[in-house]
């Protein structure tokens, strides 16, 4: 069974321009999570999509942020437009649906995408 | 405000020593605790998850505790290897999906 994937794994771009970052969960997982770390700092919270619903959006920093799940399979994280603070790794994650429509205890993370913004 | 601080922040020991992680938390009300290793450039793997109700997990060589009321969770690693070399992270979550994550323990096995 294929993980989490993350596309794409590196990214440069130039203040002020546009990136999507996109992440394919486990197949069968309705909860997607995105966190991101950036330098020197704890890894924070971003969303959580429960099939093609929004969750929980609190750890969004700004409107500069756009997340989307359309059909409730894979995600798409888009900066717009681009800010050096932005820089940072991504990480995606998933889990399960337990019984009573419980996300399940466990997340799995991808391997991330780097931005780098200059 | 809910925190997670991990000490040491980095941890150099030679191959073969037993060797303790640090996780401490601000806010007793936990839902869960999970400890993951990251290796360099490489994503986040769970090591282990302890519920709220639970004392100890383990996995292994690895074994994690969980004292809730002192807001304390360790992660034991027994005749440690060069293999376990990784950055050593440990999340918490609460009444929400979010996980708080501490910054890390940074682990270097020296053969």
């Known amino acids: 069974e294929a993980g989490v994937t993350q596309f794409p794994s590196h990214s440069v771009i130039e203040k002020g321009q546009t990136v999507t970052l996109r992440c394919d969960p486990i197949s069968g997982h309705d909860n997607l999570y995105w966190y991101r770390r950036v330098m020197g700092k704890e890894i924070k919270f971003l969303l959580h999509f429960v099939k093609e619903s929004k969750q929980d959006e609190s750890g969004m920093p700004n409107n500069r942020f756009l997340a989307e799940r359309t059909g409730g399979t894979y995600s798409t994280l888009k900066v717009q437009p681009a800010e050096l603070e932005d820089s940072g790794v991504y990480f995606c994650a998933s889990s399960s649906t337990m019984v009573r429509g419980r996300a399940g205890e466990t997340q799995y993370f991808g391997p991330g995408t780097r931005l780098l913004v200059l | 405000k809910q925190e997670v601080t991990q000490i040491p922040a980095a941890l150099s020991v030679p191959e073969g020593e037993n060797l303790v992680l640090n996780c401490s938390f601000t806010?007793?009300?936990?839902?869960?605790l999970q400890w993951f290793r990251q290796d360099p450039g490489k994503g986040l793997t769970s090591l282990l998850l302890i519920q709220s109700s639970q004392r100890e997990q383990t996995s292994g060589r690895l074994n994690a505790s969980l004292d809730k009321s002192s807001g304390r969770s360790t992660l034991y690693i027994a005749a440690s290897q060069p293999g376990d070399s990784a950055t050593y992270l440990c999340a918490v979550r609460y009444s929400n999906y979010q996980l708080i994550w501490g910054a890390g323990t940074k682990l270097i096995i020296k053969p």
């Open positions: 806010d007793s009300a936990i839902y869960n």
